[in-house]
């Protein structure tokens, strides 16, 4: 079991950044590959970036590399997200997300068991 919080979403300027940060609560946060995905209105929910149990695997969508980073610090039970050169369509709702996974990064919703309540990111042109 894990409960997932998400902050430091805000207004932020093209071409600013913003770093996410997710807190999690629970047993065994190691053992959970995390996922960010991010939701705009009247749009699917979509795979943003993941990171292996061991943090020594990442992957990211297209739209996203070379832009953001995945980090996460199990001593601390956070994964966070690094977004920089931030563009009008990143603006989106962000959740961080957990799954019980192991190999390759999981990039479907289904894939994931437990969920945060999102952090509103909004980039102004």
């Known amino acids: 079991q894990v409960q997932l919080v998400e902050s430091g979403g805000g207004l932020v300027q093209a071409g600013g950044s913003l770093r996410l940060s997710c807190a999690a609560s629970?047993?065994?946060?190691?053992?959970?590959?995390m996922g960010w995905f991010r939701q705009a209105p009247g749009k699917e929910r979509e795979f943003v970036s993941g990171?292996?149990?061991?943090?020594?695997?990442?992957y990211y969508e297209d739209s996203v590399k070379g832009r953001f980073t995945i980090f996460r610090d199990n001593a601390k039970n956070t994964v966070s997200l690094q977004m920089n050169s931030l563009k009008p369509e990143d603006t989106a709702v962000y959740y961080c997300?957990?799954?019980?996974?192991?190999?390759?990064?999981?990039?479907?919703?289904?894939?994931?068991?437990?969920w945060g309540q999102g952090t509103q990111v909004t980039v102004s042109s």
């Open positions: 629970g047993r065994s946060f190691s053992t959970y590959g």
């Open positions: 997300a957990a799954g019980r996974w192991t190999g390759w990064i999981r990039r479907a919703v289904y894939e994931y068991d437990y």
């Open positions: 990171i292996s149990t061991s943090g020594t695997s990442t």
